[in-house]
C-alpha cells in the first residue's frame, strides 16, 4: 500500500534561513507526487508537483522540490524563508492509474522566528 | 470563479443531528474526490465519484456516511446521528478522468459536534 511519511512534525526557522522539509514516500512505481500549504482554518494550496520529466521542480513562492527515485525521497526547498511562509505543510503521493486517490503526509508545521 | 466551492464554510451541531454538505466541482471535471482531515492530521480519502457512480468508498466511511451525485455535477455528503468524533475539516476534490487526473480542492467545510 502506498504511504507518505513527513518525519518531523514541527520545524523552526529564522526568517532569511533555508529550509528543507523531508518527505518519503512508499509505492511500487513512480508516483505522482505534490507538495501542499495549508494555514489555519484555511483550504489546501498547491505549492508544486511531480508527474514525469525533470526532477528537480519549481512552484510558487519560490519552492522547489527534488524528486529522488532512489531514496523515494521528495524533498522541499526554500533558499531564504519569509515570516508569511509560517504554515502547515503536507506532501501527497497518488498513483497514476484507477483511483488517483491522494494519500497525504501527517504534515509539518513551520515556525518563522522574525 | 470557477474553482471548487464548497457549501457551508462552517457547521455546528449537536451530537446525534444529522448534516449534509455539498461540494460544486469545476464543471467540466467528472471526477469528485471527498476527503477528511482531522485536527493535527493530513487528509484521508473518503470515496470518489466518475460522474455520478460511486467507483470507490474508503474504510473510513461509515455506514452512517453517504454521498451522492445524482447527476454528476454538484455532490453531498451527509452524516447521520453526527458523532463528536465526526468533527474535522470535509474536503472536496475535483478533476479531469484524462491526464494527471490533477486534483482541484474547494476549500472545505469545517465541522464541529457538540
Known amino acids: 500500500a502506498q504511504s507518505v511519511t513527513q518525519p518531523d512534525i514541527h520545524i523552526t526557522v529564522s526568517e532569511g534561513a533555508s529550509l528543507e522539509l523531508r518527505c518519503n514516500y512508499s509505492y511500487g512505481a513512480t508516483p505522482y507526487l505534490f507538495w501542499y500549504v495549508q494555514s489555519p482554518g484555511q483550504g489546501l494550496q498547491l505549492l508544486l508537483k511531480y508527474f514525469s520529466g525533470d526532477t528537480l521542480v519549481q512552484g510558487i513562492k519560490g519552492f522547489e522540490a527534488e524528486f529522488k527515485r532512489s531514496q523515494s525521497s521528495f524533498n522541499l526547498r526554500k533558499p531564504s524563508v519569509h515570516w508569511s511562509d509560517a504554515a502547515e505543510y503536507f506532501c501527497?503521493?497518488?498513483?497514476?492509474?484507477?483511483?488517483?486517490?491522494?494519500?497525504f503526509g501527517t504534515g509539518t508545521r513551520l515556525k518563522v522566528l522574525a | 470563479d470557477t474553482g471548487v466551492s464548497q457549501d457551508p464554510r462552517h457547521k455546528i451541531t449537536k451530537r446525534g443531528q444529522n448534516v449534509t454538505f455539498r461540494c460544486d466541482p469545476i464543471?467540466?471535471?467528472?471526477?469528485l474526490y471527498w476527503y477528511r482531515q482531522t485536527l493535527g492530521q493530513g487528509p484521508e480519502f473518503l470515496t470518489y465519484?466518475?460522474?455520478?457512480?460511486?467507483?470507490?468508498k474508503s474504510r473510513l466511511l461509515s455506514d452512517r456516511f453517504s454521498a451522492e451525485r445524482p447527476k454528476g455535477s454538484f455532490s453531498t455528503l451527509e452524516i447521520q446521528r453526527t458523532e463528536q468524533g465526526d468533527s474535522a475539516m470535509y474536503l472536496c476534490?475535483?478533476?479531469?478522468?484524462?491526464?494527471?487526473?490533477?486534483?482541484?480542492f474547494g476549500p472545505g467545510t469545517r465541522l464541529t459536534v457538540l
Open positions: 465519484f466518475q460522474n455520478e457512480a460511486q467507483l470507490e
Open positions: 464543471s467540466e471535471h467528472n471526477r
Open positions: 501527497a503521493v497518488a498513483r497514476g492509474s484507477g483511483t488517483y486517490k491522494y494519500i
Open positions: 476534490a475535483s478533476s479531469l478522468d484524462r491526464g494527471q487526473h490533477e486534483q482541484f
